[in-house]
């Protein structure tokens, strides 16, 4: 496998691009500070903008590395943050991947994770063409979901 790192993407109505510093305001607005957002991550809900600015740092300065996969989630039309996706590669033999996201609750169940998805795995996995592929997720209870690439 040939690790590329975060590469913007755009979909039909989505640009994936990497986090920027001045990215902060619109992730602590819009799910970080968010208890029902939070709720399904592996950290505590934001209370201060400093610590979202933390986040994105860790973020921002991991973007060297090729195997990292980060990417902010906004409106193509609009230059709004409204969530963050991203994969840690548990198998490259088998391509699997583990999958993080949040998402602003304003934008729940309207299709941007799944639209995230589909370029993302290709982009990572870029050899796997077969038409379903299977992504493993936990929110505190072993699950899966399927994508049709």
């Known amino acids: 496998m040939n690790n590329i790192g975060t590469q913007m993407i755009e979909t039909e109505r989505l640009v994936l691009r ?10 602590f607005n819009n799910w970080y500070s968010d208890f029902e957002v939070v709720m399904w991550l592996q950290n505590n809900v934001h209370t201060d903008i400093s610590q ?13 590395k090729l195997d990292f996969y980060r990417w902010a989630i906004t409106l193509k039309n609009e230059n709004i943050v409204i969530g963050s996706i991203g994969f840690t590669i548990s198998s490259e033999r088998d391509s699997v991947a583990d999958l993080s996201y949040s998402l602003c609750k304003r934008f729940w169940n309207q299709g941007i994770i799944t639209e995230s998805l589909k370029p993302d795995f290709h982009l990572i996995f870029p050899n796997r063409t077969t ?3 299977v992504i493993y997720y936990s929110l505190f209870q072993p699950d899966y979901l399927i994508i049709s690439c």
């Open 18 to 27: 990497k986090f920027v510093i001045e990215d902060a305001p619109d992730a």
């Open 52 to 64: 979202t600015k933390d986040y994105l740092t860790w973020f921002i300065s991991s973007y060297e």
């Open 131 to 133: 038409s379903i592929e």
